[in-house]
Nanobody, 125 residues
Framework: QVQLVESGGGLVQAGGSLRLSCVVS????????MGWFRQVPGKEREFVAD????????HVADVVRGRFTISRDNAKNTVYLQMNNLKPEDTAVYYC??????????????????WGQGTQVTVSS
């Protein structure tokens, strides 16, 4: 079955950087568009960024644009989220997700079929 495993979360001071990784197994990685979402307790899962199967198109949420970058390496079955200039309000559990329609950017959690277990990102002030 399809599995997504995130890594790279942790505790960082405001202004710092982290890079999240998500490795996909169980199906051809290039058959998926990929996305990153985040969630804090009591709130809906929030879109962060997504990317088409070949990386030719990306969409980044306004709230993180200019600070976060999504990319992928199909040879490594991995999608990345580079997070720079982190702010305390970026604190959340970050999830990667796979969309079985590889050429679209749906940019909403309802469009994704498979999910990782999440990785905690905590930004201290």
């Amino acid at each position: 079955q399809v599995q997504l495993v995130e890594s790279g979360g942790g505790l960082v001071q405001a202004g710092g950087s982290l890079r999240l990784s998500c490795v996909v197994s169980g199906r051809t990685f290039s058959s998926f568009a990929m996305g990153w979402f985040r969630q804090v307790p009591g709130k809906e899962r929030e879109f962060v960024a997504d990317i088409t199967w070949n990386g030719s198109s990306t969409h980044v949420a306004d709230v993180v644009r200019g600070r976060f970058t999504i990319s992928r390496d199909n040879a490594k079955n991995t999608v990345y989220l580079q997070m720079n200039n982190l702010k305390p309000e970026d604190t959340a559990v970050y999830y990667c997700a796979a969309d079985s329609t590889p050429g679209r950017l749906v940019s909403h959690y309802s469009g994704f079929d498979y999910w990782g277990q999440g990785t905690q990102v905590t930004v201290s002030s």
